[in-house]
Every structure is written in C-alpha cells, then in structure tokens.
C-alpha cells in the first residue's frame, strides 16, 4: 500500500485546513488509518486514528473538538479537518495505515506511511 498526503500549507492561527491521504495499491479499507505529526526536534506523536470501518475514531486530547478524522473507503482516501488551528499545530503531518482493526496510538503499529505534508501556523 502506497500513501500520499497532501492539503498541507500556511494558515493563520484560528484558520481550517484539510488532509488528505490517498491510498493505492490496496483496499485502504482492509486498513485501520492513523495521522501523527512531527514538529522540529521533537519525537513523532499521534493526533488521530480511525477504525476500518469509520465506525470508531480517537484524539489526542491537544485536538479534541477541533479535529475531526474520517474516511470514503469508496475513495481509499482518510481525511483530517483541522479547524481553529494553533500555531503549536505546526508540524509535518503523516498518514499511517495499520492492519488492526481500530489502529493504536503508537507509531510502531502502523505498517505504511505516507511522505507527510508540512503544517504551518502563525500567530
């Protein structure tokens, strides 16, 4: 499974983008889909993760009720709307895909990355 994300950019603090993370070379629904970020010296840490089906998603407490991941299988494209951005926000941005049914927080559960997408917030 190859990943590609992309919707990356530079966006004032209060402002929205959207991620997006196109898969091809399998069913991305076969796949529990995660997003981590990794800033400037710093370790790579989970934002969000997303069952299979859709059915169940989990955040890191940083995004609660500002992001929101999903999924079109249809599409095996994962999604990750980031609303009312902060400038600690600003990180590289990675998709992970996971053969578990539900994904983990952990990076070393997932089995495919995609190349990132740079995130950047100002103040």
């Known amino acids: 499974v190859q990943l590609q994300a992309s919707g990356g950019g530079l966006v004032q603090a209060g402002g929205s983008l959207r991620l997006s993370c196109a898969a091809s070379?399998?069913?991305?629904?076969?796949?529990?889909m995660g997003w981590f970020r990794q800033a400037p010296g710093k370790e790579r840490e989970f934002v969000a993760r997303?069952?299979?089906?859709?059915?169940?998603?989990r955040y890191v407490d940083s995004v609660k009720g500002r992001f929101a991941i999903s999924r079109d299988n249809a599409k095996n494209t994962v999604y990750l709307q980031m609303n009312s951005l902060k400038p600690e926000d600003t990180a590289v941005y990675y998709c992970?895909?996971?053969?578990?049914?539900?994904?983990?927080?952990?990076?070393?559960?997932?089995?495919?990355w995609g190349q990132g997408t740079q995130v950047t917030v100002s103040s």
């Open positions: 992970a895909a996971s053969r578990g049914f539900s994904g983990t927080p952990y990076p070393r559960d997932y089995d495919y």
């Open positions: 070379g399998g069913a991305s629904s076969n796949y529990a």
């Open positions: 997303i069952s299979w089906s859709g059915g169940s998603a």
